[in-house]
């Protein structure tokens, strides 16, 4: 399994910008991850936070009327992606690099039959006569387990349901082979029965295809059920990475904590009067990215914070086994309760 | 209880026609609440959950009288509300206010904050010019807010703040009933917490009554004191929220709980089995228990007898006949 070992995808000091009437935002302020072969990688984070953008970022599809990739560098089975041209690009969008949405009605085409739809992609991509290629929409319909392939390849996607519908874009993402996946909240809109369904189906096509996957969501949940190693997100900017099991046996990050304790959790036992606990709350608000944020960028809701953390950006420090955080108060957080 | 509950619904039946064809005829109906009856006491929270298409704020629409029930009984603090033409329904809003999910889209952009707020006082004769603004003010720092944003524009405030607006709008004219839909799942989780932990030191305070709707298992085990499970316009099992999520009855409860994710890891091992198959269309939804086609336990009976909400032991409300009064609380075997 030689192929196996290295990185497929390395982000390094990632930054983009976008021009607004207010100034220009800084969505994604100096963020860096790999991705590993075969690897499921969460980016975790709030809306503003730069996961979806990083995620465009790499794809290349910031809109170059009102944004761009300021700094830094994108690389994809070491080719660098962020001066490639656009031809060689749309080559490398849909086929080595693929990517599902949130909602899937958005990015179908209403008026193409979902057979038409994988197959243009598998033609476009692979180069196969059309035939072949709808015998492909057909064996790939059938492995995402749409009951009744072979029919649901002549239908539109408004005759499908919310979780049919991710399922051929699963299909269509997956058709050529890609080696990463990146799927932006595939599951937010859908409901919790359908969106167990379709975590279990991507995990298991990812032990069959061995695509990456870089999955991107607001939800601590989805992150703890299908990912190996996490990002999380404040900001723009990278606060902390960790295993999965790390990061929730022991986030280090205040503002992990925060979000941890934030939420209101299932897996706890009630007691016995099933008094309702009191959720810790964040206090105040997420900093305007239009503003250079000189210190870290959580220091004026945090709890920890010192006068250094409000002027000097705290460097990304290694605790060990691959756990990394960005805080300067590191050693009074770890020795706080949970 | 010696209290009589606040809000009592009994057999609410909600149909929306389908029409089609050349003449656009009635050709069927939309079964959206399908004979449903819960009450809600003073200071309580009801949850009610399901996945789309359920019923559940069809239900929060005609409890609030926003849609006329096609049957059923609907009776607030005493006095039943079902068949009061809107005229006559007027004096009773007071009594019964909501919380949206996206409460932008129920505010006027023109309007101060404090002049939206301040309205209801004004509609109901309870209060006017100064003392208004006073009530408001009050209002304002009660949900959090700074009393001088009250000259503010609704889109100068940030979601989680305009959720306080919200609230603070429902509050003002004093309810016994807040029918909140969804208030928090448009909320990111850090600004979650501040609006669930203030909705629950409100009730505290002011002995409100909740009909809380969501999607979201775990927001619903937080604030709920009881929960009612819905699916495809019928309760199928209802009970406090402890024995549902300690021993849920229905196996629709089960799959629900089941699907949830959770924030650990560890758990992912333990997944048990997830229910397959889409959730049929209410507009025509299977005979029988509506969850049988997806249900493992089905029996034969299943598909043709809809099962009745029954009190299995106390307080614990379910509709399955694998579920008898007095039955093994147990794990069912799949048929």
């Known amino acids: 399994m030689s192929a196996a070992v290295g990185n497929i995808l390395e982000v390094r000091d990632l930054q983009t910008q976008f021009n607004t009437l207010d100034g220009v935002v800084r969505a994604v302020d100096g963020v860096s991850f790999d991705l590993a072969r075969g690897e499921t990688l969460g980016i975790v984070g709030e809306s503003g936070c730069g996961k979806s953008v990083t995620a465009l970022s790499i794809l290349r599809l910031i809109p170059p009327e009102t944004g761009r990739i300021a700094a830094g560098s994108i690389k994809f089975e070491g080719e660098e992606l962020t001066t490639l041209g656009e031809e060689a690009m749309k080559r490398l969008r849909g086929h080595r690099i693929s990517m599902i949405f949130q909602e899937p009605m958005t990015s179908l085409n209403p008026v193409l039959t979902v057979g038409t739809q994988i197959a243009e992609n598998v033609v476009r991509h692979m180069g196969v006569p059309w035939r072949a290629a709808r015998e492909r929409s057909f064996e790939m319909l059938d492995l995402v387990r749409i009951a009744d392939a072979r029919r649901r390849l002549d239908e539109y996607p408004h005759q499908l349901s919310g979780g049919m519908r991710q399922r051929v874009m699963i299909a269509m993402a997956l058709s050529c082979d890609p080696q990463v996946l990146i799927a932006d909240e595939p599951t937010t809109a859908l409901d919790v029965t359908i969106q167990a369904q379709i975590l279990q189906l991507m995990l298991e096509l990812k032990e069959k295809t061995g695509t ?22 404040y900001a723009g900017r990278k606060v902390e990475e960790a295993p999965v099991e790390a990061l929730f046996e022991e986030p280090l990050h205040p503002y992990t904590r925060g979000l941890m304790r934030a939420i209101p959790r299932l897996d706890i036992e009630a007691d016995a009067a099933g008094t309702r606990p009191r959720l810790q709350e964040i206090p105040g608000l997420v900093p305007r990215l239009t503003q250079p944020i000189p210190g870290c960028a959580f220091a004026p809701r945090c709890g920890f914070a010192t006068g250094r953390c409000a002027v000097e950006p705290p460097p990304l420090v290694d605790v060990g086994s691959g756990h990394t955080v960005a805080c300067w108060e590191i050693d009074r957080v770890r020795a706080s309760a949970l | 209880m010696t209290e009589p509950p606040v809000l009592e619904v ?19 109906a939309v079964k959206a609440v399908d004979g449903v009856s819960f009450t809600i006491a003073r200071g309580e929270t009801l949850g009610l959950v399901g996945e789309s298409g359920c019923g559940k704020s069809t239900i929060g629409k005609t409890v609030l009288k926003l849609v006329e029930p096609t049957a059923g009984r609907i009776v607030l603090a005493g006095e039943d509300i079902s068949s009061l033409k809107p005229g006559a329904m007027w004096a009773h809003r007071r009594r019964i206010q909501t919380i949206f999910q996206d409460p932008y889209s129920s505010m006027n952009p023109r309007l101060p904050s404090g002049t939206i707020v301040g309205e209801p006082l004004e509609n109901f004769g309870l209060s006017r010019g100064r003392e208004t603004d006073d009530r408001v003010a009050r209002l304002f720092e009660r949900v959090g807010l700074r009393p001088d944003a009250m000259r503010k524009y609704a889109h100068e405030f940030s979601g989680g703040q305009r959720q306080r607006l919200g609230i603070a709008k429902a509050l003002s004219v004093n309810p016994d009933v807040i029918v909140a839909d969804e208030p928090v799942s448009a909320l990111d989780v850090s600004v979650q917490a501040q609006v669930l932990n203030l909705l629950i030191d409100l009730q505290e305070e002011f002995r409100l009554a909740y009909l809380f709707i969501s999607h979201d298992l775990a927001v619903m085990r937080h604030i709920s004191h009881r929960i009612a499970v819905m699916y495809l316009g019928r309760i199928v099992e ?21 699907a949830a994710t959770a924030p650990d890891p560890k758990r992912r091992r333990q997944r048990k089995r997830i229910v397959q198959g889409d959730v049929p269309s209410p507009a025509n939804p299977p005979p029988g228990c509506h969850f049988h086609t997806r249900c493992p336990y089905a029996i034969a009976e299943c598909k043709v007898i809809a099962p009745p909400l029954i009190e299995v032991a106390e307080g614990h409300h379910v509709a399955c006949l694998r579920r008898p009064v007095g039955g093994d609380p147990g794990p069912l075997s799949a048929s």
């Open chain 1, 212 to 233: 990456a996957i870089v999955l991107i969501t607001h939800d601590l949940g989805v992150v703890a059920e299908t990912t190996e190693r996490v990002v999380v997100m």
């Open chain 2, 10 to 28: 009994e057999g609410l039946v909600k149909h929306f026609p389908i029409h089609g064809g050349l003449l656009q005829r009635r050709i069927g």
């Open chain 2, 238 to 258: 209802l009970t406090d929220k402890r024995s549902l999520f300690m021993r849920p009855l229905h196996p629709y409860t089960e799959a629900l709980l089941s």
